[in-house]
């Protein structure tokens, strides 16, 4: 699968769309003057259908060449908060950091706290080791989100103890290895911090 990085929140997170990217229906991307695919314009899908062909603008390498979009939780994802959104970038640069921090910093203006999670997606089984940190708000900057970007969420570590795997899997506990899941936890006030 893939790295994996998102927010976690007891209230509602705002999303983000970014703004180099836009999804167009064929007639668009052609009144824009796009090359467009014979197999797109051979009439299987409707010209008009809007979502077809992404664009990405020129300036995609921009500090808000991002998105924060909301998701469910999906089987590896083990925060118990009832709210989440994906951060979605090429790669994080100083100024993306300095802009997820500052909505993260925004969100507790409302919420007690906010998680911030990176994994390896489709890694669920066996469990993962899941190492937490937290923090208060004054301390999150940029420096912060680019360190939790750059985590391997893939560091092997031993399986530990875990629920038996059936025989006929062919797998002896002792090869299994798990992935890591890194969570911090951002809280509003030091107060609340253990």
């Known amino acids: 699968m893939s790295s994996f990085m998102y927010l976690a929140s007891d209230k509602p ?3 983000i769309k ?7 229906s064929v007639n668009e991307a052609q009144a824009l003057g796009l ?3 014979e197999y797109l314009q051979n009439g299987s899908i409707s010209m008009d259908k809007s979502g077809v062909i992404l664009w990405v603008d020129e300036a995609a390498d921009a500090d808000d060449d ?6 469910e939780k999906q089987e590896d994802m083990f925060t118990e908060k009832k709210y989440c959104a994906y ?6 640069t100083k100024g993306r950091a300095e802009q997820i921090a500052a909505y993260i910093k925004e969100h507790l203006e409302e919420a007690d706290e906010i998680e911030i999670w990176k994994l390896w997606l489709g890694s669920s089984y066996p469990l993962p080791e899941i190492r937490k ?11 912060v989100i680019e360190k939790i970007s750059a985590l391997d ?17 062919g797998y002896d506990e002792n090869e299994l290895e798990t992935s890591t899941q890194y969570c911090y936890t951002i809280i509003k006030n030091k107060s609340k911090i253990n």
């Not at 991002?66 to 998701?71: I, K, P």
């Not at 940190?133 to 420096?143: R, S």
């Not at 092997?156 to 006929?168: C, W």
Request: hydrophobic content about 45%.
């Open 66 to 71: 991002f998105a924060v979009l909301l998701t």
């Open 87 to 92: 951060i979605e970038w090429n790669a994080c």
């Open 18 to 24: 970014n703004p180099h990217e836009k999804l167009l």
């Open 153 to 169: 969420p893939w560091e092997k570590t031993s399986a530990g103890k875990q629920p038996a795997l059936p025989r006929d899997w």
């Open 13 to 15: 997170l705002r999303e």
């Open 133 to 143: 940190v937290n923090i208060t708000a004054g301390e999150l900057n940029a420096a």
């Open 35 to 37: 090359e467009v695919p």
